[in-house]
Every structure is written in C-alpha cells, then in structure tokens.
C-alpha cells in the first residue's frame, strides 16, 4: 500500500512539474502584453536599448554654443551682481542725499548767523521781505536769541503768523 502511495504522489508531482515547465514557456505565447523574460523581452530590451541610443546620438549631434553654455552656467552669478549692484547704487544715491542736506543745512545756519547778527534796523527790511516758508527755516535754523532777534525785527502780523505755523 505504500508503494501504491508512493507512486501516486511522485506521478503527480512530476505531471505538477512537467505543467509549470510548459506554463513557464507557454506564457510569452498566451499573454504576449505583459512579457517579463524570454525572447520576447529581449526584443523589447534591444528596442528601448536603440531608443536611448538614438535619442543620445541626436543630443551629440545638436551643436552647442560655447559662450551660451558659459553664460548660463554663470547667469544665477550675474543676476546677483546686479541686485547688489542696484543695491549700493540706491545706498549711494541715499548718502548723496543726506551728505546734500547736511551741507544745505549747515549753509542755513551760515546764513542764519550772518543775518541774524546784523542789527536789527538792517535785519527787519530784509527778513520783512521774505515768504513765510523761508522764515520758518531761518526760525528753526537759528540759536535761541537769533530767534528773538528774527522774531523782533518782523511786523507783529508777520511774526504771529510765522509763531502759528511753527508751532503747528
């Protein structure tokens, strides 16, 4: 009975056997979309192997300007010396402006001092004469009794009108 038994079971594992061997070959035939080996999928390797070929051979053969490929490699470096460029132009133009006022300023005083310490007979005709805006700078430019004098060689009218607006 064993024998019986054995028998049976070693036909049907080589019968097993001999199926997956037949299935194993059979399979590029059965289901020719989905071919992982064989000869089949050698083909397909080989195609997709002269695809790549080809498309590398049309990349060499495209001709490449020298200059282009060194101003790209370089243009990330050129558009930054630009931004700091306009950078310290918009510092400079900055400076210059503040270097301009300072200077402006220190002529004011200048001419405040010369004005304001002339007596006050020649004073008044000459600062009666003046737009209320350039006595408001000459009221602000000025030490405390250069004011005094400003504001005593004025018309009352004029005076009050030039304290109202510095005040404000």
Do not use: C, W
Request: net charge negative; charged share 30%; glycine share 2%.
């Amino acid at each position: 009975m064993i024998k019986k038994i054995l028998k049976y079971t070693a036909a049907f594992i080589a019968s097993f056997l001999i199926l997956i061997v037949a299935a194993y070959f059979a399979y590029p035939y059965i289901n020719e979309d989905d071919i992982p080996e064989g000869e089949m999928g050698m083909d397909v390797v080989k195609q997709l192997r002269e695809e790549v070929e080809a498309e590398e051979a049309a990349q060499d053969s495209i001709e490449v300007d020298p200059l282009t490929v060194m101003e790209n490699k370089y243009q990330g470096k050129i558009d930054s010396l630009y931004v700091v460029m306009e950078e310290m132009e918009a510092h400079y133009k900055e400076e210059l402006a503040d270097k301009k006022e300072v200077e402006l300023s220190k002529d004011m005083e200048d001419v405040t001092r010369a004005l304001l310490n002339l007596d006050e007979r020649v004073v008044a005709p000459i600062v009666n004469q003046l737009e209320d805006d350039q006595l408001i700078k000459l009221y602000r430019a000025g030490s405390n009794m250069q004011r005094e004098r400003l504001l005593g060689s004025l018309d009352p009218d004029k005076a009050s009108n030039i304290l109202r607006q510095v005040i404000l």
